[in-house]
């Protein structure tokens, strides 16, 4: 079975400030593929990152970074100095080979960012 | 290129109701997946489909169904609606029937009353 937990349902923190979204995940797979989408008001999901599970390198993009540990089954996401239009529900998602024809995505975190 | 367009973005529609939703996927790509997105949850996986066959299928009743047309473009229909049935549809295309990018669309909005 595939899942993903977004234990934080809603984050605030104040601009400027460094902020982790925490995702774990569960699978089966030996290979899978894990993302992370932010989705602001509009409902559009934008793509942010995806990292397979042969990659446990950690990446920044910008101010963006994402730490993949398989030891623990995560894949957490960091914002740092953020910004108020950082303000977005932010979903973490998995896809496993064996079932790679869909997401299974978790039930997000919504991020406010107060100016 | 245009992404992935969806129509229409807002609906509202009547308990018992049908409704048809339209996805265009962007050019080129062979796949359509649809998903539903509760307010407050995550999407869920609807349906797949992959040169014109169904290729997946989440846990939904037999009221949904799809189907995709030569252009690759993709229609969800529901029947008999219910209340629970209010939420965001998206679409996402990829090339291949796997892993092989996926974009997702707008959404559209169907509000049942």
């Known amino acids: 079975a595939q899942k993903v937990t977004q234990a934080q349902t809603e984050i605030s923190v104040v601009e400027k400030e460094d902020v982790t979204l925490d995702c774990v995940y569960e699978?089966?797979?030996?290979?899978?593929?894990l993302f992370w989408y932010k989705q602001p008001p509009s409902g559009e999901l934008v793509f942010l990152i995806r990292r397979n599970s042969f990659d446990e390198q950690n990446e920044i993009s910008g101010r963006y970074s994402w730490n993949f540990q398989k030891s623990t089954s995560s894949f957490n996401f960091t914002i740092t100095a953020s910004q108020v239009v950082d303000s977005a529900v932010y979903f973490c998602a998995l896809i496993g080979t064996n079932t790679g024809n869909q997401f299974y995505f978790g039930t997000g975190t919504s991020l406010t960012v107060i100016p | 290129d245009a992404g992935v367009t969806q129509s229409p973005t807002h609906l509202i529609k009547t308990r018992g109701q049908h409704v048809t939703l339209r996805c265009s996927p962007i050019s080129g790509h062979k796949s359509v997946s649809w998903y539903q997105q509760v307010l407050g949850q995550g999407p869920q996986f609807i349906f797949q489909y992959y040169e014109k066959e169904e290729r997946g299928r989440g846990n939904f009743p037999d009221r949904f169904s799809a189907r995709q047309f030569p252009n690759y473009s993709s229609e969800l229909n529901v029947n008999a609606l219910l209340l629970g049935d209010s939420a965001l549809y998206l679409c996402a295309s990829s090339l291949g029937e796997v892993w092989g990018g996926y974009t997702f669309g707008s959404g559209t909005r169907l509000t049942v009353v």
């Open positions: 699978t089966r797979d030996t290979t899978y593929y």
